[in-house]
Structure formats: structure tokens, C-alpha cells
């Protein structure tokens, strides 16, 4: 298992519920393709550089993960499917 850190960008007209209900899913979807959360750092609501998906902000979290290498294509792919996310970077830590 590697260790990568992931920096997430969700929707900013999310709700409290809505943004506990997205982080929950990115749990989930890296228990089922074998991987584990280690933190999760809260960054707020911030302005973005450039708009996204025509949105000029979001909230940002930095998580940090642990999977195995053949993972991450499919988790990549389970992100890009969830629309509460707006982009994600993945970096190996």
C-alpha cells in the first residue's frame, strides 16, 4: 500500500449535511477498493482561481490515503462520477 494525499474540491452551494454526506462517500469509495483514510484537513470555503464546472469557489479538503498502486485509476474514476466533487488532485505522499 501506497500513501498519497488527495486535495478535493467540492460544490460551494453544498449544504453542512450535503458536504458530511460527499466526505462520507469518498470513505466509502476507498474502503472498497481496499484503501484507508488516514486525516482529513477542513480548508473552508475559498475563491478559486479560475471558474470550474461555472463555479468561482468551493470548499477544500486535504486527504490523506493509503491504497494499493491499482487502485487509483478506479478511484480516480468513482470521483469524476460523484457529482458533489468538482476536481480532485492526487499526489504520492
Do not use: C
Given at each position: ?37 488516514d ?15 461555472k463555479?468561482?469557489e ?14 487509483i ?8 462520477l ?12
Open positions: 500500500m501506497n500513501s498519497y494525499e488527495g486535495l478535493f474540491l467540492l460544490k460551494p452551494d453544498l449544504t453542512k449535511e450535503d458536504l458530511d454526506k460527499a466526505l462520507g462517500q469518498v470513505q466509502g469509495i476507498f474502503s472498497k477498493h481496499k484503501g484507508s483514510q486525516s482529513v484537513k477542513e480548508w473552508g470555503k475559498q475563491r478559486i482561481a479560475y471558474p470550474v464546472k463555479y468561482k468551493g470548499f477544500f479538503y486535504l486527504i490523506n490515503f493509503q491504497i494499493g498502486s491499482d487502485g485509476a478506479k478511484i480516480k474514476r468513482a470521483f469524476s460523484n457529482e458533489s466533487i468538482l476536481r480532485v488532485m492526487i499526489t504520492k505522499a
